[in-house]
T-cell receptor, first 114, second 109 residues
Framework: DTEVTQTPKHLVMGMTNKKSLKCEQHMGHRAMYWYKQKAKKPPELMFVYSYEKLSINESVPSRFSPECPNSSLLNLHLHALQPEDSALYLC?????????????FGPGTRLTVL | TQLLEQSPQFLSIQEGENLTVYCNSSSVFSSLQWYRQEPGEGPVLLVTVVTGGEVKKLKRLTFQFGDARKDSSLHITAAQPGDTGLYLCSTGANSKLTFGKGITLSVRP
């Protein structure tokens, strides 16, 4: 299995809702990532997990809360989001976090905040 | 942070034409990746180049890494509408991937 899967594909939520994005990989990768991507821009790193521990938080607002239940799963919990948080949220994984480790991306979740 | 500059930013060509796009930096890369992203989808890894002067081919796509490992090019022969997408180059340091701004390629039938 050489795939990163993400659910849901699309999500529409109000500013008072709580929702979660899910990501899964079965490649035995030990690093997983969350990115945010706005239209026609490159992905922006949000969080990095290495061996199930949070290693990088790129000063992301606390309304985004990541969780790594095990080495194959990565969640992103969303609460009290703003309309400007609407974007494509991408999950990626890599064997490790050393330089040169190739990252493999999932198809993304298209999030719309009303 | 290594700054990656990609050019041209936008390119619209007719099916069957050849094209070359670039990824440049003033810094030396240990490795560099090229991704292609279609609208509404995640980036798909095309290639990783590591050695200065390296050339890698993927069907009609030819990737070259500069001798000094500061630049890379992607040449597409006989472009097809299926080549349409956002082409991103990236390089990694300290667990982070740095992306260029991307090249939006449109191939008209």
């Amino acid at each position: 299995d050489t795939e990163v899967t993400q659910t849901p594909k699309h999500l529409v939520m109000g500013m008072t809702n709580k929702k979660s994005l899910k990501c899964e990989q079965h490649m035995g990768h030990r690093a997983m990532y969350w990115y945010k991507q706005k239209a026609k821009k490159p992905p922006e790193l949000m969080f990095v997990y290495s061996y199930e521990k949070l290693s990088i938080n790129e000063s992301v607002p606390s309304r985004f809360s990541p969780e790594c239940p095990n080495s194959s799963l990565l969640n992103l919990h969303l609460h009290a989001l703003q309309p400007e948080d609407s974007a494509l949220y991408l999950c990626a994984s890599s064997r490790g976090t050393s330089v040169g480790n190739e990252q493999f991306f999932g198809p993304g979740t298209r999030l719309t905040v009303l | 942070t290594q700054l990656l500059e990609q050019s041209p930013q936008f390119l619209s060509i007719q099916e069957g034409e050849n094209l070359t796009v670039y990824c440049n930096s003033s810094s030396v890369f240990s490795s560099l990746q090229w991704y292609r992203q279609e609208p509404g989808e995640g980036p798909v890894l095309l290639v990783t180049v590591v050695t200065g002067g390296e050339v890698k081919k993927l069907k009609r796509l030819t990737f070259q890494f500069g001798d000094a490992r500061k630049d890379s090019s992607l040449h597409i022969t006989a472009a097809q509408p299926g080549d349409t997408g956002l082409y991103l180059c990236s390089t990694g340091a300290n667990s982070k991937l740095t992306f260029g701004k991307g090249i939006t390629l449109s191939v008209r039938p």
